[in-house]
């Protein structure tokens, strides 16, 4: 049994800045990546960042040079670093984490998703 915690949403000025967190805990032996997705009213869900184990790490085009995500692998928790937001960033952020649980099983889980909620 694995659970997200996602913190770190709000209401934020176009301009402004935000980090969420998401840290995970439970049965994870090791985790093999950890992402952010979005999604906006009426749109489907995006990938908006991914880090892998070995740190590398991917951004939609759309928050490419604004939006930093990182993670502390002792606390396995991941963070996106959301800088020069606009409003079309507004949506309920989701992390996404794949691991190995301890009897190797490789699985995935989803936080419960944080709204944010950029301001003209």
């Known amino acids: 049994q694995v659970q997200l915690l996602e913190s770190g949403g709000g209401l934020v000025q176009a301009g402004g800045s935000l980090r969420l967190s998401c840290a995970a805990s439970g049965d994870i032996f090791r985790i093999n990546a950890m992402a952010w997705h979005r999604q906006a009213p009426g749109q489907s869900r995006e990938l908006v960042a991914v880090i892998i184990s070995g740190g590398t790490t991917n951004y939609a085009d759309s928050v490419k040079d604004r939006f930093t995500i990182s993670k502390d692998n002792a606390k396995n928790t991941v963070y996106l670093q959301m800088n020069s937001l606009k409003p079309e960033d507004t949506a309920v952020y989701y992390c996404?984490?794949?691991?190995?649980?301890?009897?190797?099983?490789?699985?995935?889980?989803w936080g419960q998703g944080t709204q944010v909620t950029v301001s003209s």
């Open positions: 996404y984490v794949n691991y190995h649980s301890y009897n190797m099983y490789q699985s995935s889980s």
